[in-house]
């Protein structure tokens, strides 16, 4: 069955900190997608990213970094010298099986709290 | 453009009563994709229509909750009799047909917040 772990409840850093937040997938198939979303306080989802599984280069953009590692099955994502404006609930997710890669498999979301 | 647009932001039902939730895709986008967010957790699948179809309902609870796509107009979520069970957050997403779709993260709405006293 496929599913997605975001083992880290909720992590605390102090701004300025870097700070990872871990997420592991368990899928059979061999092509798919992974992505992350913002979960502001105000409600809304924000598309940060989508991952192809043929693509494992690492992405960096700005202050967020993410790490795509097929052999532990882990897409991990990075921010660097966080900043208050960073607190959210990130969601990781996976694309289902077959041909709708629209229809996600999200994890249970990391809280994370940027202290000034 | 406009992102995908959700309305009522915030709903308020007593139990019992009927909630209907509406989605209007982003323009061109003919695919659209209901999730559901119960408090504190992450999003779950509820249903992916197309103009006038449903295409996979596998997510939909199998009483008092339906879901369509008119031809003109905007999705609707509809629920019957809602129970204390059903406040959540609801969001609908959507992408756009065919080979587009592979090109094209997944864009949500800002969601309806649906409380049932």
């Known amino acids: 069955a496929q599913k997605v772990t975001q083992a880290q409840t909720e992590i605390s850093v102090v701004e300025k900190e870097d700070v990872t937040l871990d997420c592991v997938y368990e899928?059979?198939?061999?092509?798919?997608?992974l992505f992350w979303y913002k979960q502001p306080p105000s409600g809304e989802l924000v598309f940060l990213i989508r991952?192809?599984?043929?693509?494992?280069q690492n992405e960096i953009s700005g202050r967020y970094s993410w790490n795509f590692q097929k052999s532990t099955s882990s897409f991990n994502f990075t921010i660097t010298a966080s900043q208050v404006v960073d607190s959210a609930v990130y969601f990781c997710a996976l694309s289902d099986s077959g041909y709708n890669t629209d229809k996600l498999i999200f994890g249970t979301g990391t809280r994370l709290q940027v202290f000034p | 453009n406009a992102g995908v647009m959700q309305n009522p932001r915030h709903l308020v039902r007593r139990r019992g009563q009927e909630a209907r939730l509406r989605c209007s895709p982003m323009?061109?986008?003919?695919?659209v994709y209901w999730y559901r967010q119960l408090p504190e957790e992450g999003l779950k699948f509820m249903v992916y229509?197309?103009?006038?179809?449903?295409?996979?309902e596998s997510g939909m609870p199998k009483e008092r909750f339906s879901a369509e796509f008119p031809k003109e107009g905007p999705s609707i979520l509809r629920i019957q009799q809602v129970v204390r069970g059903d406040s959540a957050a609801y969001f609908c997403?959507?992408?756009?047909?065919?080979?587009?779709?592979?090109?094209?993260?997944?864009?949500f709405g800002n969601g309806t917040r649906l409380t049932v006293t």
């Open positions: 997403a959507s992408s756009p047909p065919g080979l587009d779709n592979y090109n094209s993260p997944l864009h």
């Open positions: 323009k061109g986008h003919s695919h």
């Open positions: 991952r192809n599984s043929f693509d494992e």
């Open positions: 899928t059979r198939d061999t092509t798919y997608y």
């Open positions: 229509l197309q103009k006038e179809n449903i295409i996979d």
